[in-house]
């Protein structure tokens, strides 16, 4: 029934957390023949819950469509999201990167406060080639109305209370309205 729904091309699906480390256990099943990270103990040893600032990066998401280069807060709550990929995936194509953690420069990073995980390149989000499936660590859904977080600038209320996060929902509507 898995094989069946993910080889849909009228479905989509996103996975946060839990969800983003279920779907990558199923990567025998999903389609194309991308090759997707397992997630393992965070650098730090514990389970991270705070905000963290990513940039979202250019993608075929469905989800994240017009948000490239977004630079923005996040709530991340995790204790293993560090993204490995297998060592020999050099002859296979990997999931397409859409997330990464930065530092204050708004650069990509690896360091630890930054990059509560320690994932290689700050990676913390991957979408499937067609763009219908996304699996990412973040938390967008617990940080989508600018009363989530303990500031946001003046240019967010044009958005009626709605911060950036919400363009993944409108988006997922957009696409399925489309279909």
């Known amino acids: ?49 705070r905000q963290a600032f990513v ?20 709530i991340i709550s995790h204790g293993q999201g560090n993204s490995i990929f297998p060592n020999d995936h050099e002859d296979k194509k990997i999931v397409d990167p859409v997330m990464r953690y930065i530092n204050c420069n708004g650069n990509a990073t690896e360091n630890y406060p930054e990059n509560p995980n320690g994932s290689s390149g700050g990676l913390t989000g991957f979408t499937s080639y067609d763009g219908r499936i996304a699996a990412l660590m973040p938390h967008p859904e617990r940080c989508f109305r600018n009363v989530q977080f303990s500031w946001c600038p003046d240019k967010w209320n044009s958005r009626g209370n709605f911060s950036p996060w919400i363009q993944i929902f409108k988006n997922a509507f957009d696409w399925v309205k489309n279909q």
């Open 1 to 49: 029934e898995f094989h069946s729904f993910f080889n849909n091309k009228n479905k989509f699906i996103f996975g946060g957390c839990n969800g983003c480390q279920f779907l990558t256990e199923l990567q025998s099943i999903l389609p194309g023949n991308e090759i997707w990270p397992k997630f393992t103990e965070n650098r730090s040893g514990r389970f991270e819950s």
């Open 55 to 74: 940039e979202v990066l250019e993608s075929q998401s469905l989800f994240f469509k017009d948000m490239n280069g977004l630079k923005i807060p996040i």
